[in-house]
């Protein structure tokens, strides 16, 4: 027991004595992704990218996934592991039995998921990505849903300049839909993405 985790099942010990080699590897795993998942409330965290991941298959499926993520502004974690399942790559095929942590790490410091719907951290507007890293920070901290007023208070906290309403509207109107004085972040596509 550690970090405030519990274990459901006793630790098999047999297993521990078997297989030495794995259980480090898991080891080293789960110790490379543990300040993602102890900062999962607090900020957007970076994996970094698994160790058994070469550079040029992470390539790969950055120029796969991130493409598709820029044009719908959010993409279903699922459809992500789809779009790697679905390629003619067996190397981006194996990339969608990540878990998530090692997943993120492989798609780069860009791609931030939440309630399991990926967006771009970033889009390269210097007009639009100060609001959008907010916007997207506030829904991972608050969940699906945000007022509009927390969005306007938290842009004015933290920006020089506020942005322009229609600059405003298009930041917002790409990662979610508004209902009331509410922001609904989007649920991302149901079919799988075309390789």
């Not at 860009?110 to 889009?123: E, R």
Request: net charge positive; aromatic share 8%; with cysteine.
């Amino acid at each position: 027991m550690t970090r405030g985790w519990v274990f459901k099942e006793a630790t098999d010990i047999a297993f521990l004595d078997a297989y030495p080699e794995v259980v480090k590897l898991q080891n080293v795993r789960w110790e490379i992704f543990a300040a993602y998942f102890e900062a999962r409330q607090a900020q957007f965290m970076h994996p970094p990218c698994p160790p058994h991941v070469s550079t040029s298959v992470a390539t790969q499926a950055r120029k796969l996934v991130l493409s598709t993520i820029l044009r719908k502004g959010i993409v279903k974690m699922s459809a992500v592991r789809s779009c790697l399942y679905h390629s003619n790559s067996h190397q981006l095929h194996s990339l969608a039995l990540l878990n998530e942590p090692e997943l993120l790490g492989t798609l780069g410091d860009n791609v931030v998921c939440i309630d399991g719907v990926c967006a771009l951290l970033s889009l390269g507007d210097v007009v639009i990505d100060p609001l959008r890293k907010i916007l997207l920070n506030l829904f991972k901290v608050k969940g699906r849903i945000i007022k509009r007023v927390d969005i306007i208070k938290k842009a004015k906290a933290e920006l020089e300049v506020m942005p322009s309403n229609p600059a405003f509207m298009r930041c917002v109107k790409d990662v979610c839909f508004s209902r009331g004085n509410s922001w609904i972040l989007r649920d991302g596509i149901e079919h799988h993405m075309p390789a």
